[in-house]
Protein backbone atom coordinates (compact mmCIF):
# COMPACT_ATOMS: atom_id res chain seq x y z
CA UNK A 1 0.00 0.00 0.00
CA UNK A 2 1.22 3.89 -0.60
CA UNK A 3 0.51 5.70 2.38
CA UNK A 4 -0.69 9.05 0.68
CA UNK A 5 -2.92 11.29 2.52
CA UNK A 6 -5.34 11.08 -0.15
CA UNK A 7 -5.54 7.08 0.10
CA UNK A 8 -5.79 6.85 3.82
CA UNK A 9 -8.50 9.51 3.40
CA UNK A 10 -10.19 8.08 1.09
CA UNK A 11 -9.79 4.71 2.64
CA UNK A 12 -11.14 5.94 6.43
CA UNK A 13 -13.87 7.81 4.89
CA UNK A 14 -15.24 4.83 2.65
CA UNK A 15 -15.56 2.49 5.41
CA UNK A 16 -17.22 5.00 7.45
CA UNK A 17 -19.60 5.59 5.09
CA UNK A 18 -20.01 1.65 4.66
CA UNK A 19 -20.82 1.47 8.66
CA UNK A 20 -23.70 4.07 8.45
CA UNK A 21 -25.33 2.93 5.76
CA UNK A 22 -25.15 -0.83 7.37
CA UNK A 23 -26.70 0.99 9.99
CA UNK A 24 -29.25 2.89 8.66
CA UNK A 25 -30.06 -0.17 6.40
CA UNK A 26 -30.68 -2.34 9.56
CA UNK A 27 -33.11 0.25 10.48
CA UNK A 28 -34.83 0.80 7.56
CA UNK A 29 -35.48 -2.90 7.21
CA UNK A 30 -37.83 -2.53 10.52
CA UNK A 31 -39.26 0.76 9.43
CA UNK A 32 -39.98 -0.33 5.98
CA UNK A 33 -42.06 -3.39 7.33
CA UNK A 34 -43.70 -1.64 10.88
CA UNK A 35 -44.09 2.12 9.07
CA UNK A 36 -47.70 2.93 10.27
CA UNK A 37 -48.29 6.55 9.86
CA UNK A 38 -52.22 6.38 11.26
CA UNK A 39 -50.78 4.50 14.76
CA UNK A 40 -49.94 6.87 17.96
CA UNK A 41 -48.25 3.69 19.38
CA UNK A 42 -44.88 4.38 20.81
CA UNK A 43 -42.99 2.17 18.13
CA UNK A 44 -44.71 4.45 15.46
CA UNK A 45 -43.03 7.47 17.64
CA UNK A 46 -39.82 5.73 17.67
CA UNK A 47 -39.32 5.14 13.94
CA UNK A 48 -40.58 8.63 12.90
CA UNK A 49 -37.60 9.93 15.16
CA UNK A 50 -35.00 7.20 14.08
CA UNK A 51 -35.97 8.01 10.30
CA UNK A 52 -35.31 11.58 10.80
CA UNK A 53 -32.01 10.78 12.06
CA UNK A 54 -31.20 8.32 9.23
CA UNK A 55 -32.40 10.41 6.68
CA UNK A 56 -29.96 13.37 8.33
CA UNK A 57 -27.13 10.58 8.07
CA UNK A 58 -27.41 9.53 4.68
CA UNK A 59 -27.46 12.79 3.20
CA UNK A 60 -23.94 13.47 4.60
CA UNK A 61 -23.01 10.41 3.98
CA UNK A 62 -24.54 10.54 -0.10
CA UNK A 63 -22.89 14.05 -0.33
CA UNK A 64 -19.59 12.63 0.21
CA UNK A 65 -20.27 9.88 -1.99
CA UNK A 66 -20.63 12.32 -4.86
CA UNK A 67 -17.30 13.98 -3.61
CA UNK A 68 -15.22 10.89 -3.32
CA UNK A 69 -15.76 10.23 -7.27
CA UNK A 70 -14.00 12.97 -8.27
CA UNK A 71 -11.52 12.80 -4.88
CA UNK A 72 -10.56 9.27 -6.46
CA UNK A 73 -9.87 10.07 -10.10
CA UNK A 74 -7.74 13.09 -8.54
CA UNK A 75 -5.86 10.63 -6.24
CA UNK A 76 -5.08 7.99 -8.95
CA UNK A 77 -4.04 10.85 -11.26
CA UNK A 78 -1.66 12.47 -8.73
CA UNK A 79 0.04 8.80 -7.78
CA UNK A 80 1.06 8.47 -11.95
CA UNK A 81 4.30 9.90 -10.86
CA UNK A 82 5.11 7.09 -8.82
CA UNK A 83 4.55 4.04 -11.21
CA UNK A 84 6.85 3.26 -14.55
CA UNK A 85 4.88 4.24 -17.58
CA UNK A 86 2.10 6.04 -16.38
CA UNK A 87 1.32 9.49 -17.36
CA UNK A 88 -1.91 10.34 -15.63
CA UNK A 89 -4.76 8.00 -13.94
CA UNK A 90 -5.27 6.34 -16.79
CA UNK A 91 -2.08 4.24 -16.25
CA UNK A 92 -2.47 4.28 -12.47
CA UNK A 93 -5.88 2.46 -12.74
CA UNK A 94 -4.28 -0.13 -14.84
CA UNK A 95 -1.73 -1.04 -12.17
CA UNK A 96 -4.24 -3.50 -10.92
CA UNK A 97 -7.41 -5.47 -12.14
CA UNK A 98 -9.52 -3.47 -9.43
CA UNK A 99 -8.76 0.35 -10.47
CA UNK A 100 -11.49 0.12 -13.40
CA UNK A 101 -14.13 -1.70 -11.64
CA UNK A 102 -13.81 0.85 -8.85
CA UNK A 103 -13.99 4.37 -11.23
CA UNK A 104 -17.20 2.33 -13.05
CA UNK A 105 -18.79 1.50 -9.49
CA UNK A 106 -17.96 4.92 -8.24
CA UNK A 107 -19.81 6.54 -11.27
CA UNK A 108 -22.85 4.36 -10.69
CA UNK A 109 -22.94 5.20 -7.28
CA UNK A 110 -22.46 9.01 -8.26
CA UNK A 111 -26.44 8.75 -9.97
CA UNK A 112 -27.89 6.59 -7.31
CA UNK A 113 -26.69 8.42 -4.50
CA UNK A 114 -27.98 11.38 -6.34
CA UNK A 115 -31.19 10.25 -7.24
CA UNK A 116 -31.76 8.78 -3.23
CA UNK A 117 -30.76 12.77 -2.07
CA UNK A 118 -33.77 13.78 -4.30
CA UNK A 119 -36.04 11.45 -3.68
CA UNK A 120 -35.28 11.69 0.12
CA UNK A 121 -35.41 16.18 -0.38
CA UNK A 122 -39.31 15.34 -1.51
CA UNK A 123 -39.71 12.79 1.44
CA UNK A 124 -39.10 15.25 3.29
CA UNK A 125 -40.79 18.49 2.18
CA UNK A 126 -44.05 16.62 3.06
CA UNK A 127 -45.85 15.86 6.10
CA UNK A 128 -46.63 12.50 6.33
CA UNK A 129 -43.67 11.08 4.42
CA UNK A 130 -45.18 9.50 1.67
CA UNK A 131 -41.90 8.20 0.11
CA UNK A 132 -40.76 6.40 3.42
CA UNK A 133 -41.05 2.99 2.23
CA UNK A 134 -39.65 3.27 -1.72
CA UNK A 135 -36.52 5.52 -0.48
CA UNK A 136 -35.92 3.19 2.32
CA UNK A 137 -36.22 0.20 -0.62
CA UNK A 138 -33.91 2.27 -2.51
CA UNK A 139 -31.01 2.23 0.29
CA UNK A 140 -31.63 -1.73 0.66
CA UNK A 141 -30.63 -1.64 -3.30
CA UNK A 142 -27.94 0.73 -2.81
CA UNK A 143 -26.11 -0.57 0.53
CA UNK A 144 -24.36 -3.91 -1.55
CA UNK A 145 -23.29 -1.25 -4.06
CA UNK A 146 -21.74 0.98 -1.47
CA UNK A 147 -20.44 -1.82 0.62
CA UNK A 148 -18.74 -3.25 -2.87
CA UNK A 149 -17.22 -0.26 -3.77
CA UNK A 150 -15.16 0.01 -0.21
CA UNK A 151 -14.37 -3.22 -0.49
CA UNK A 152 -12.68 -3.05 -4.36
CA UNK A 153 -11.17 0.58 -3.59
CA UNK A 154 -9.99 -1.26 -0.16
CA UNK A 155 -8.24 -3.64 -2.87
CA UNK A 156 -7.21 -1.26 -5.34
CA UNK A 157 -5.53 1.00 -2.99
CA UNK A 158 -3.93 -2.02 -0.75
CA UNK A 159 -2.66 -3.54 -4.26
CA UNK A 160 -0.61 -0.71 -5.77
CA UNK A 161 3.26 -1.14 -5.41
CA UNK A 162 5.19 1.68 -7.29
CA UNK A 163 8.02 -1.63 -8.28
CA UNK A 164 4.68 -1.80 -11.05
CA UNK A 165 5.52 -1.04 -14.91
CA UNK A 166 1.96 0.13 -16.44
CA UNK A 167 0.84 1.31 -19.32
CA UNK A 168 0.28 4.64 -20.47
CA UNK A 169 -2.96 6.10 -22.12
CA UNK A 170 -1.86 6.50 -25.33
CA UNK A 171 -1.37 2.23 -24.91
CA UNK A 172 -4.81 2.18 -23.51
CA UNK A 173 -6.95 4.50 -25.54
CA UNK A 174 -5.08 4.36 -28.62
CA UNK A 175 -3.23 1.25 -29.32
CA UNK A 176 -4.35 -1.95 -27.62
CA UNK A 177 -7.60 -4.02 -28.70
CA UNK A 178 -10.50 -2.61 -26.20
CA UNK A 179 -13.27 -1.18 -25.90
CA UNK A 180 -11.58 2.33 -25.54
CA UNK A 181 -9.68 2.33 -28.53
CA UNK A 182 -12.94 1.09 -30.51
CA UNK A 183 -14.60 4.31 -29.52
CA UNK A 184 -11.85 6.55 -29.73
CA UNK A 185 -11.34 4.80 -33.03
CA UNK A 186 -15.02 6.14 -34.24
CA UNK A 187 -15.58 8.38 -36.79
CA UNK A 188 -15.11 11.78 -35.64
CA UNK A 189 -17.68 13.26 -38.62
CA UNK A 190 -20.36 10.85 -37.08
CA UNK A 191 -19.34 11.31 -33.42
CA UNK A 192 -19.78 15.26 -33.95
CA UNK A 193 -23.01 15.01 -35.84
CA UNK A 194 -24.78 12.40 -33.03
CA UNK A 195 -23.23 14.45 -30.10
CA UNK A 196 -25.22 17.63 -31.90
CA UNK A 197 -28.33 15.95 -31.99
CA UNK A 198 -28.57 14.23 -28.39
CA UNK A 199 -27.36 17.32 -26.79
CA UNK A 200 -29.51 19.63 -28.75
CA UNK A 201 -32.58 17.10 -27.58
CA UNK A 202 -31.71 17.36 -24.43
CA UNK A 203 -31.61 21.14 -23.85
CA UNK A 204 -34.94 21.09 -25.95
CA UNK A 205 -36.64 18.97 -23.81
CA UNK A 206 -35.49 20.42 -20.82
CA UNK A 207 -36.47 23.91 -21.74
CA UNK A 208 -39.75 21.66 -22.60
CA UNK A 209 -40.51 20.59 -19.66
CA UNK A 210 -39.64 23.54 -18.01
CA UNK A 211 -42.06 25.92 -19.91
CA UNK A 212 -44.51 23.21 -19.66
CA UNK A 213 -44.43 20.91 -17.17
CA UNK A 214 -44.96 17.92 -19.63
CA UNK A 215 -43.78 14.86 -21.08
CA UNK A 216 -41.27 14.73 -18.42
CA UNK A 217 -40.86 11.19 -19.76
CA UNK A 218 -38.62 12.29 -22.55
CA UNK A 219 -35.88 14.05 -20.09
CA UNK A 220 -34.83 10.59 -18.38
CA UNK A 221 -34.24 8.72 -21.12
CA UNK A 222 -32.66 11.58 -23.35
CA UNK A 223 -29.88 12.42 -20.34
CA UNK A 224 -28.99 9.18 -20.06
CA UNK A 225 -28.27 8.80 -23.64
CA UNK A 226 -26.53 12.50 -23.47
CA UNK A 227 -24.05 10.68 -20.76
CA UNK A 228 -23.53 7.86 -22.79
CA UNK A 229 -22.58 10.07 -25.58
CA UNK A 230 -20.81 12.77 -24.37
CA UNK A 231 -18.42 10.10 -22.79
CA UNK A 232 -17.76 8.70 -26.24
CA UNK A 233 -17.93 12.08 -27.46
CA UNK A 234 -14.50 12.71 -24.60
CA UNK A 235 -12.65 9.96 -26.42
CA UNK A 236 -13.81 10.28 -29.84
CA UNK A 237 -13.58 14.65 -30.04
CA UNK A 238 -13.23 16.63 -27.12
CA UNK A 239 -10.12 15.80 -26.26
CA UNK A 240 -8.25 15.62 -29.36
CA UNK A 241 -10.02 18.98 -29.84
CA UNK A 242 -8.61 20.26 -26.71
CA UNK A 243 -5.03 18.43 -26.52
CA UNK A 244 -4.84 19.90 -30.13
CA UNK A 245 -3.37 16.34 -31.10
CA UNK A 246 -5.55 13.98 -33.23
CA UNK A 247 -4.28 10.64 -31.21
CA UNK A 248 -4.82 11.50 -27.87
CA UNK A 249 -7.64 10.55 -26.99
CA UNK A 250 -7.51 10.19 -22.82
CA UNK A 251 -10.24 11.28 -20.80
CA UNK A 252 -8.07 11.70 -17.72
CA UNK A 253 -5.37 14.28 -18.86
CA UNK A 254 -8.04 16.71 -19.01
CA UNK A 255 -7.75 17.21 -15.32
CA UNK A 256 -4.09 18.21 -15.51
CA UNK A 257 -3.19 21.65 -14.57
CA UNK A 258 -1.59 21.88 -18.54
CA UNK A 259 -5.15 21.83 -19.54
CA UNK A 260 -6.50 24.34 -17.19
CA UNK A 261 -7.96 21.20 -14.92
CA UNK A 262 -11.37 21.54 -17.70
CA UNK A 263 -12.23 18.01 -16.64
CA UNK A 264 -13.36 18.64 -13.88
CA UNK A 265 -15.82 21.39 -14.92
CA UNK A 266 -16.41 18.95 -18.02
CA UNK A 267 -17.56 15.98 -15.87
CA UNK A 268 -18.90 17.92 -13.16
CA UNK A 269 -21.39 19.65 -15.55
CA UNK A 270 -22.21 16.51 -17.36
CA UNK A 271 -23.09 14.38 -14.02
CA UNK A 272 -24.82 17.07 -12.92
CA UNK A 273 -27.30 17.45 -15.63
CA UNK A 274 -27.29 13.36 -16.29
CA UNK A 275 -28.71 13.18 -12.08
CA UNK A 276 -31.05 16.29 -12.40
CA UNK A 277 -32.59 15.07 -15.76
CA UNK A 278 -33.01 11.50 -14.36
CA UNK A 279 -34.84 13.42 -11.16
CA UNK A 280 -37.09 14.36 -13.43
CA UNK A 281 -38.06 10.84 -14.01
CA UNK A 282 -37.97 9.34 -10.69
CA UNK A 283 -40.26 11.75 -9.14
CA UNK A 284 -42.91 11.06 -11.89
CA UNK A 285 -43.56 7.69 -10.48
CA UNK A 286 -44.88 9.40 -7.33
CA UNK A 287 -46.95 12.91 -8.36
CA UNK A 288 -49.86 10.89 -7.95
CA UNK A 289 -49.25 10.73 -3.75
CA UNK A 290 -51.92 13.27 -2.24
CA UNK A 291 -49.38 15.03 -0.26
CA UNK A 292 -46.93 15.46 -3.16
CA UNK A 293 -49.83 16.75 -5.97
CA UNK A 294 -48.36 20.61 -5.42
CA UNK A 295 -44.48 19.62 -4.35
CA UNK A 296 -43.49 17.45 -7.06
CA UNK A 297 -44.45 19.90 -10.09
CA UNK A 298 -41.91 22.50 -8.20
CA UNK A 299 -39.56 20.12 -7.67
CA UNK A 300 -39.48 18.76 -11.49
CA UNK A 301 -38.91 22.54 -12.75
CA UNK A 302 -35.84 23.05 -10.41
CA UNK A 303 -34.38 19.87 -11.90
CA UNK A 304 -35.54 20.40 -15.36
CA UNK A 305 -33.64 24.13 -14.96
CA UNK A 306 -30.37 22.60 -13.16
CA UNK A 307 -30.39 20.09 -16.22
CA UNK A 308 -30.59 22.50 -18.92
CA UNK A 309 -27.57 24.80 -17.27
CA UNK A 310 -25.75 21.70 -16.70
CA UNK A 311 -25.61 20.49 -20.29
CA UNK A 312 -25.47 23.63 -21.50
CA UNK A 313 -22.31 24.53 -19.47
CA UNK A 314 -21.43 21.28 -20.89
CA UNK A 315 -21.71 22.36 -24.35
CA UNK A 316 -20.29 25.90 -23.96
CA UNK A 317 -17.39 24.54 -23.04
CA UNK A 318 -16.85 21.52 -25.66
CA UNK A 319 -17.65 24.91 -28.17
CA UNK A 320 -15.44 27.09 -26.90
CA UNK A 321 -12.31 25.09 -26.02
CA UNK A 322 -13.34 23.72 -30.25
CA UNK A 323 -13.50 27.10 -31.65
CA UNK A 324 -10.20 27.93 -29.21
CA UNK A 325 -7.76 24.34 -30.65
CA UNK A 326 -5.51 24.95 -33.07
CA UNK A 327 -6.26 21.37 -34.46
CA UNK A 328 -8.88 20.97 -37.35
CA UNK A 329 -10.27 17.50 -37.66
Given at each position: ???????????????????????????????Y?K???????????????????????????????????????????????????????????????????????????????????????T??????????R????????????????????????????????????????S????????????P??????????????????????????????????????????????????????????????????????????????????L????VA????????????????????????????????????L????????????????
Amino acid sequence: MILHPAVIALLASSGLISLLVLYSARHAIRIYRKWDLKSGSSLQLELERRTYLISTVLAYVFGFQLISLFLFIYTADSLCTLFTGAMCAAGTLQVNRFGYPVLFLKVLNFILAGLWLIMNNTDNRAEDYPLIRPKYLFLLVLTPLIIADTVLQARYFLGLHPDVITSCCGSLFSGSDNAFSDLAAFPPAIMKALFSVVMVAVLAASAFFYKTGERGYLLPVLSIAAFLVAAASMLSFIGPYIYELPTHHCPFCLLQEGYGYVGYFLYAALFCGTVAGMGVGVLILFRNKPSLVAIIPALQKKLALVSFLSYLLFVLLVLFRIAMSNLVM
